[in-house]
């Protein structure tokens, strides 16, 4: 096996160019999800997908059409009792307008300097092509060391409408020991990330009535609850003065950080200085006894997304309003759930509200956290991956936000995933001028065919 | 004098007719001051107050142009040594839109009832009649016993804008020991009022500013003071638990009511029921140790107008704003001072904001309270007029809103004003079916003229 390391290694660094030319292949490609004039794109892309899987080798290659954007399947069962990966990724890529601000055409990939420009060269087409040379490289000295499935979906940059119906569908075809999920960055170049935990939601809205109608504050005011300023007061008391949240019973379920855990954290790279400058918040607030990156990522939060009420155009109209709204979200750890703090936000209220007004809630979103077992051989085989090609032992992050892929694996295949892709925090995703550090790239690669080899032994 | 007033009395009933023609006459007239189309109708309306004023036996007649609506100014000062009173009064009228809620052509006047509908019966046209027609029963029947001046403005309906501007630069002209102004109403058909005090403003627009532009929740949130949060924080702190305004020294210069003026307000024919009825809350809230009367009419308060952050559209968006606003206004009593006020929202932000947002403040507007001396010879001559006219001694009510000319003649000519008109709560004022309630007009025909020959005795 470590001949075919050596081999596979080789492999790569004779095919950096050809790599580098699939990757401007399939970034030509303006595979837009959210406009139906790409329909055409969205398709070719795909096809794309679908027949460089074929090349490598899979002895299955599926194109399952969708309400939407097709997902494309494969699978390499060739290593009977060796761990089965389902790889995720996608094909599609966000709109890339402004284009006026753009220094090369979005779909004409060009490098510059040390990078790749190109809309989707870093979310995600050039995570979904290190994967695919990775496993050409193992392929083509001597075959895949474990069994691999691959789930490339085209709806990701819309919000994957389609993905939890066709897992649910298709949950058979799609098991697997656990996922790989390259849709994720380093922290730095020089800085190999692992991310093991993310963070759930729950997201609602809440809405205060008052007078029944739009009152004049001159000749009502002193005699109605003004619901913007119960809306506040309530607001104002969905936290202590530790900055902890308020909701009864929102931490009985918050799996508290380990020691280890937390010095893992504090070796992360980015601390209070970091999130000053990336936020230009005067001054950092949170929970008391907490990090910043512990905070962010294994602590709770609850926000206001959104206010409205009453008059809120230039000048002045004396109304006392009849209603006011708030948009709340949480984020949430394990093992909090979702329609639990909803419950929470409920009881909050019911303790909470004065009977001056009324109040209800909307819940609209729900999702629950992850974690993974940072000790798991998965993720011990990608430590080890990284390592390698780094030299150095990577970060362990968890994120703030949210991969609802992650939690529908976990949900609906109950596997959980690898985190760990190849972009850098500066790659303008989502934005004019995306870019793939190319070395970080090949080194992402290097760390792909590692990692697969790492599983077996 | 006994003589004059039954001549007078004996007068006006002779001329019901002759009256009610002419109130038809000006409210056949549109003189809808927002609406440029309305400019001739504006100027004829004008010319209707002159020429009606000419044909009292004014002394001297102006129509004062503007940079808009004419202000139509005129005086007798045939009784040297009596007081002089300035009559306040507007010609010009709210649109009559939505025409088709209508029953009658809201310029051709139409009798149903008890009652004349037509826009601006009520508001005020048929208030400048009623006076103009009890100064012409007194001129008729021997002159009248003070010494009278006319302000009548074509602009209240869009906010005066001329009007001080006017007072200032004419303020010699208006010199008056008090005015007359009838722009207001009675609680019932059966309860003639007095409005003796009205509250002031001070109206601000607060912006709490967090993170330099919108943030993601989920990769931010935990690390920055949200500002809507924090906005909420500081609006909740803005009253204490008894209903009391917060800002520091709010209270001090706050006129203490009497034993005697809360034994009038516990008279007023309204209380908590009605404001129940009216606003649809489902309870009353205020400042504890008051009734709903005195809170609106006589205590100060702090109102939220409107509130606005982040996102406030249909669905769910995961931001912490990068700013949070509220509109906040104050209602004033005697003798608190807008500009002391802002100083005061300016300490209470001062001392409570925290570092970790920014704010700022922006005075919108500002307006004195005012309030008369209930034992002034100017209101015991209303105060003995209407109980004459109605045989029961009128309520005296503090209002909550404002009437913007009677703070401008406090403060540019010194002047207090007899607020007493004779419209009704259900007059339709600034809606469709405006109306005024015909005997109630002719009682406050005969009332003004009692009025003014008590000014003398």
Redesign the interface.
């Known amino acids: 096996m470590n001949n075919q390391r050596e081999q596979a290694l080789a492999y790569l660094r004779a095919h950096r160019d050809a790599f580098r030319r699939a990757l401007g292949e399939i970034l030509s490609i303006p595979s837009v999800s959210t406009d139906p004039a790409h329909a055409e794109d969205i398709r070719r892309a795909a096809a794309w997908v679908a027949d460089n899987l074929r090349a490598l080798g899979m002895q299955r290659v599926d194109v399952f059409p969708t309400e939407r954007h097709p997902v494309v399947y494969a699978e390499w069962l060739g290593a009977p009792g060796a761990p089965t990966v389902l790889i995720y990724g996608h094909y599609d890529v966000q709109p890339a307008e402004p284009l006026e601000l753009w220094e090369s055409d979005p779909f004409q990939p060009a490098e510059r300097g040390e990078n790749l420009y190109a809309r989707g060269a870093s979310d995600m087409k050039g995570q979904v092509v290190a994967a695919l040379k990775a496993v050409e490289a193992l392929m083509q000295t001597g075959g895949l060391p474990v069994n691999v499935k691959w789930l490339i979906e085209g709806e990701e940059e819309i919000g994957s409408p389609s993905l939890g119906k066709f897992m649910t569908e298709h949950a058979d075809l799609l098991a697997c020991d656990f996922a790989l999920n390259p849709d994720s960055g380093l922290l730095g170049k020089d800085w190999p990330t692992i991310t093991y935990g993310l ?1 759930g ?1 729950a ?1 609602f809205e809440l809405r205060v009535h ?4 739009d ?12 619901p ?2 119960a ?3 309530l ?5 202590d003065d530790q900055g902890r949240v308020a909701l009864p019973g929102f931490y009985d379920r918050v799996r508290p950080l380990s020691d280890e855990e937390r010095a893992e954290m504090a070796r992360l790279p980015v601390a209070d200085q970091h ?1 000053l400058e ?10 008391a006894g907490y990090t ?1 990156n512990e ?2 990522g294994a ?1 709770p ?1 609850l ?10 155009g230039p ?7 009849a209603w ?4 709340i ?1 949480c ?1 949430l750890v394990p093992d909090q759930r979702p329609e639990e703090v909803h419950q929470q936000l409920l009881r909050y209220l019911e303790e909470n509200a ?5 109040w209800e809630v909307t819940s ?2 729900g999702a629950a956290a992850s974690i993974s077992d940072r000790h798991s051989p998965a993720i011990r085989a990608m430590e080890r991956a990284l390592e390698t090609v780094w030299g150095t032992r990577p970060f362990f992050r968890r ?4 991969i609802p892929v992650v939690g529908q694996m976990q949900t609906i295949l109950g596997v959980e995933s690898v985190i760990c892709g190849f972009g850098l925090p500066d790659d303008n995703v989502h934005a004019p001028n995306e870019k793939q550090h190319l070395p970080t790239w090949y080194r992402g690669i290097e760390a792909l065919t590692h990692f697969l080899l790492n599983l077996k032994s």
Chains 1, 2 share one sequence.
């Open positions: 963070r939601l997201y008052g007078p029944a109608h009152l004049h504050s001159g000749l009502y005011g002193g005699v109605v609850h003004n913007a300023i809306l506040a007061e607001i104002a008391g969905m936290h999130y990336q936020t230009g918040a005067p001054a950092l607030y949170g929970e910043a905070r962010v602590r939060t926000d206001v997304n959104g206010l409205l009420s009453g008059f809120t000048g002045s109209k004396t109304v006392i309003p006011a709204m708030a948009k979200s984020r004065p009977a001056d007004i009324r609209m979103h994120e703030g936000g949210s």
